[in-house]
């Protein structure tokens, strides 16, 4: 079945670390998106990117990076310049650019 | 910049008492609006886009409607199965898509 793959689940960073979420989608989708979620939030776009090699701040980019080296694959770094990292991340995809975004099951984050 | 609010941020049903959850936007151009469901811990599930006031689209117990000014997610006969939060999201002028905040769904047997 087509969808999009995040791991980990929960993930845990210390201090001063840089860690990496993981989002893959077999749909042949060319656009990819990473949102995070807050309580009492609405989700806030972080990154997005339309086509290989190409991606563009969302609202909130600041302390986070991403590469988009294949089509499939749109990895999100935390790094420690995010100072409130802890959130439940979520990557989403779609055939064209804000078209119906289809989302993957998210990653939990939190601070050690 | 576009904006979506969503009413009421919570809502207590027993089994088999139909409500409706609104969302009011303000968006320079509407190009879509979206509705999810969303479980605890999960990612949104898809649900309906409506592009244009007047239209209507319907799944199970849910139908979504659209005016220019809010869209209403109506709920008939909902089941304990139906609780979740309700996201609605629009994609306007601004090239980009805005979620409201959604709305807690607690279905009571």
């Known amino acids: 079945d087509g969808g999009i793959t995040q791991s980990p689940k929960y993930l845990f960073r210390k201090e001063g670390q840089n860690v990496t979420l993981s989002c893959e989608q077999n749909l042949n989708h060319d656009a990819m998106y990473w949102y995070r979620q807050d309580p009492g939030q609405g989700l806030r776009l972080i990154y997005y990117s339309q086509i290989v090699n190409d991606f563009q701040k969302g609202d909130i980019a600041e302390g986070y990076s991403v590469s988009r080296e294949k089509k499939e694959s749109f990895p999100l770094t935390v790094t420690s310049a995010q100072k409130n990292p802890t959130a439940f991340y979520l990557c989403?995809?779609?055939?064209?650019?804000?078209?119906?975004?289809?989302f993957g099951s998210g990653t939990q984050l939190s601070v050690l | 910049e576009d904006q979506v609010t969503q009413s009421p941020e919570a809502l207590r049903l027993q089994e088999g008492e139909s409500s409706s959850l609104n969302c009011s936007y303000t968006?320079?151009?509407?190009?879509?609006l979206f509705w999810y469901r969303q479980d605890p811990g999960k990612g949104p599930e898809f649900l309906f886009t409506l592009y244009s006031a007047g239209e209507e689209k319907e799944k199970e117990r849910l139908k979504a409607t659209l005016t220019k000014k809010e869209s209403f997610l109506h709920i008939t006969a909902p089941k304990p199965e139906d609780s979740a939060t309700y996201l609605c999201a629009v994609f306007g002028g601004y090239q980009k898509v805005t979620f409201g905040t959604g709305t807690k769904l607690q279905v009571i047997p």
């Open positions: 968006v320079s151009g509407l190009r879509g």
């Open positions: 989403a995809s779609s055939i064209e650019t804000n078209e119906k975004l289809l």
